[in-house]
């Protein structure tokens, strides 16, 4: 899994790309954590590149959002396409984040 | 010592090295020693024949100076008979080392009425004896050593002879003519000679062969032998008869450069007596005589082969000395090293508490058994540590092991699970991953009419997601016997576990309520994979998903409760995400196309043939690669009403 941070004006952005399983899910956690402990308040996490995510990669956003939603902040997403999109359907995901087409999109 | 070991290489190496200078010492010793030799041997052989060619000539010329004055003297015709004889006896008395002295004079020179006049003095028994020569058996005149003399009219030494006239041995002659006037003319008047015995030159000469290893011998002007160790050869033979004897052409060679009168040194081999030898000659050039020294070469080198046989001697000893140094030092090196091989050869077999070489000495051995000793205490340590941390590891992979198995003991086992219900057929399976993982299903009658099923899977895997799946298993049942409305299930389950959430975990769940006399179907989905629905009559299709949000992640969720009718035949396939992500070894999804696929093959089989089929078809796909998720499935096949069955039983009877 390869995770890239770009920090914007109007918040971070997030990319993440490769397999987001149970081995990896615990460092997207992280990395999203020390965005959210250095004061962000929007995070865009795009998963344009992402081509696969587990249920334990769904935890980690969950409690990411978790996370951001106690400090006030919120969490957008990205570029969902092909498993990851349907995944983010079928468990209902999509209905309880803000979803844009891209990034830009998303600010 | 092992043929490829150290100590044997060290040694061979070293010791060839070794022999290979000694050997070349030994024969630079044996050369230069040999031309040392040669050289020493040369100078003295010239030297013993030069000094021994003086030493003859020494006597003979004061043998001739005698004979010259005398010569002299008898120029005076006035000499009286008695002053002729006082003359002999002087010379004889004055000169030991001549033998006898003739003064002969020419037919009537002396008295006019003799013919022979010759007065002859010579030692016998200690004393001189006188003795007239000459006579008809005796005619002086025509003897060599007379009538040479006056023929050449000049001094001569004769050809050596055996006396038998007066000394009874080997002799020469030294004769002087002498001459007196007569009519004022000077004519010869006689010859006066010196006798000389060779005897004494003969013993001389075997003197200095005594001494010496080799022998001398002397040669005539006609090279006759004089003198040589082998008497048979003196006076007998002379050097050309003898290499004519012998067939050999190089002393015949020899023989005429020592008559000729040269002087040398020649190499000869095969010589009788000494066999290879060296030999030095040179002349007497007066009486043109000449003198061979020969040395034998084996007894001049004889002290060459001494010596070298003590020095390789010496070397061969030091050379043991060397080999024995070396064997012990090499063993000694590598002694600790063979030693250290058998420790860790031991080691390596898995004891470590073999016994290690003690590091005595401070060299490259002894840093080498530190070292080795470090590195079986590290060992040691490690293997401790790693003893332990197994332990634990098993320890806590048995726990998990139970936890497994009281997890799957929780899930309904038995089937046929109600065998005397006719209205519908329901089978499940569940393939645990390696690790422990968080799918459930189960089914239960809430009441009599009403049957409830269900398939769950939890986020995660591990002890937590075991544990959640069994908070989830044991709610659903509490819940659902109270609330038969799927939709209100799910929202009063997740409301509970959504309750101190913290660690965000969830669970799809997809739940269905049947009423079994009317086949009506109520079923309700928390973001569940689609199940699939087998028509008894046609293609299998997807339960249109709801896309509502997983239980357990948000507080106050509320769940939709959809309605569809089974008929008699119907299947409803429920599964797990274990099932179409199932992999192959090149990382390929077992996909819902191909779940689909399959299952429409399953038309009119029951419920535990489809999910045995599946099963097959999923193991098939994978070929044996690790499955990383359970893989879960559940079939519920309605069969019909027990009034329409019965029905169709009676009317079957009728």
């Given at each position: 899994m390869e995770i890239t941070i770009e920090k914007r004006d109007a918040g971070t952005l997030v990319r993440v790309g490769g397999r987001m399983d149970a081995v990896a899910a615990p460092d997207f956690e992280k990395e999203c954590a020390g965005v959210v402990e250095s004061g962000e308040k929007l995070v865009v996490v795009d998963l344009a590149q992402l081509e696969y995510i587990s249920s334990a990669g769904l935890r980690s956003i969950l409690a990411t959002a978790k996370k951001i939603k106690a400090t006030g902040g919120a969490m957008k997403f990205s570029g969902l396409a092909g498993m990851v999109e349907e995944v983010f359907q079928v468990s209902g995901l999509g209905t309880l984040f803000e979803v844009a087409a891209t990034p830009d999109e998303a600010f | 010592m092992k043929?490829?070991?150290?100590?044997?290489?060290?040694?061979?190496?070293?010791?060839?090295?070794?022999?290979?200078?000694?050997?070349?010492?030994?024969?630079?010793?044996?050369?230069?020693?040999?031309?040392?030799?040669?050289?020493?041997?040369?100078?003295?052989?010239?030297?013993?024949?030069?000094?021994?060619?003086?030493?003859?000539?020494?006597?003979?010329?004061?043998?001739?100076?005698?004979?010259?004055?005398?010569?002299?003297?008898?120029?005076?015709?006035?000499?009286?008979?008695?002053?002729?004889?006082?003359?002999?006896?002087?010379?004889i008395s004055d000169n030991p080392e001549i033998f006898g002295t003739a003064i002969a004079f020419e037919p009537y020179a002396f008295k006019a009425d003799q013919e022979y006049y010759a007065p002859?003095?010579?030692?016998?028994?200690?004393?001189?004896?006188?003795?007239?020569?000459?006579?008809?058996?005796?005619?002086?005149?025509?003897?060599?050593?007379?009538?040479?003399?006056?023929?050449?009219?000049?001094?001569?030494?004769?050809?050596?002879?055996?006396?038998?006239?007066?000394?009874?041995q080997l002799m020469s002659t030294y004769s002087v003519p002498f001459h007196r006037k007569r009519f004022d003319e000077k004519t010869l008047a006689g010859v006066v000679t010196a006798d000389i015995s060779l005897g004494w030159i003969k013993t001389m000469l075997s003197d200095l062969s005594e001494r010496e290893a080799g022998y001398v011998f002397m040669l005539s002007r006609y090279g006759t032998f004089l003198a040589h160790p082998d008497a048979d050869l003196v006076q007998n033979e002379t050097i050309f008869s003898w290499a004519e004897t012998l067939g050999r052409a190089d002393i015949r060679e020899l023989g005429r450069r020592m008559v000729a009168g040269e002087s040398g040194i020649e190499e000869v081999d095969g010589l009788p007596l000494t066999g290879d030898s060296f030999l030095y000659f040179t002349s007497l050039p007066d009486q043109q005589w000449s003198i061979g020294v020969v040395f034998p070469k084996e007894a001049m080198f004889a002290d060459v082969f001494r010596l070298n046989r003590e020095v390789a001697t010496l070397g061969i000893l030091g050379f043991i000395?060397?080999?024995?140094?070396?064997?012990?030092?090499?063993?000694?090196?590598?002694?600790?090293?063979?030693?250290?091989?058998?420790?860790?050869?031991?080691?390596?077999?898995?004891?470590?508490?073999?016994?290690?070489?003690?590091?005595?000495?401070?060299?490259?051995?002894?840093?080498?058994?530190?070292?080795?000793?470090?590195?079986?205490?590290?060992?040691?340590?490690?293997?401790?540590?790693?003893?332990?941390?197994t332990a634990a590891k098993e320890r806590i992979e048995s726990e998990l092991r139970i936890a497994h198995d009281i997890q799957m003991g929780i899930l309904p086992k038995l089937f046929p699970a109600f065998p005397e219900r006719k209205e519908f057929d329901v089978y499940a399976s569940i393939e645990p991953a390696k690790e422990v993982g968080g799918d459930l299903y189960d089914f239960f009658f809430l009441d009599d009419d009403h049957f409830c099923f269900l398939v769950g899977d939890v986020s995660g895997k591990g002890v937590p997601a075991a544990f959640f799946m069994a908070v989830t298993k044991t709610l659903l049942k509490v819940v659902a016997e109270r609330d038969f409305d799927p939709g209100v299930v799910l929202a009063k389950v997740n409301d509970d576990l959504a309750e101190d959430n913290e660690a965000c975990m969830f669970v799809t769940l997809f739940l269905a309520v049947i009423d079994i006399d009317s086949g009506e179907t109520r079923y309700a989905s928390a973001g569940h994979n689609p199940p699939l629905l087998l028509p008894a009559d046609g293609p299998c299709e997807w339960v249109p998903p709801l896309n509502e949000l997983v239980a357990g992640v948000m507080e106050g969720t509320s769940y939709t409760t959809k309605t569809m009718r089974m008929n008699p035949g119907d299947t409803l396939f429920i599964y797990t995400d274990g099932v179409t992500e199932a992999m192959d070894k090149d990382n390929n999804l077992y996909s819902e196309d191909r779940l689909m696929e399959e299952v429409n093959q399953c038309g009119g089989r029951s419920a535990e043939s489809i999910i045995r089929t599946v099963a097959a078809s999923i193991k098939a796909f994978t070929g044996g690669a690790e499955q990383s998720d359970d893989i879960t499935m559940l079939a519920m096949q309605y069969l019909g009403s027990r009034k329409t069955n019965k029905e169709k039983h009676d009317g079957n009877n009728d």
């Open positions: - | 043929v490829h070991g150290i100590a044997f290489r060290l040694a061979s190496l070293t010791l060839l090295v070794s022999s290979l200078i000694l050997a070349s010492i030994v024969g630079y010793n044996y050369t230069v020693s040999r031309s040392i030799i040669m050289d020493q041997a040369e100078d003295r052989g010239t030297l013993l024949a030069r000094a021994t060619s003086s030493r003859i000539s020494n006597v003979l010329t004061s043998v001739r100076k005698v004979a010259d004055a005398v010569s002299f003297s008898l120029e005076d015709g006035s000499l009286s008979e008695k002053r002729l004889n006082d003359l002999g006896n002087h010379i002859y003095h010579y030692r016998s028994q200690n004393r001189i004896a006188f003795t007239r020569l000459g006579g008809p058996d005796y005619q002086y005149f025509y003897m060599d050593w007379y009538q040479l003399p006056r023929e050449l009219d000049r001094p001569v030494w004769t050809e050596p002879y055996f006396d038998e006239g007066g000394g009874h000395a060397l080999a024995l140094l070396i064997i012990y030092l090499a063993t000694r090196i590598t002694r600790p090293l063979c030693n250290l091989t058998s420790s860790a050869n031991e080691m390596a077999s898995g004891n470590l508490d073999a016994d290690v070489p003690v590091a005595a000495s401070r060299d490259e051995v002894g840093e080498l058994t530190a070292s080795f000793l470090t590195m079986r205490e590290s060992l040691k340590g490690y293997i401790a540590n790693l003893t332990e941390t």
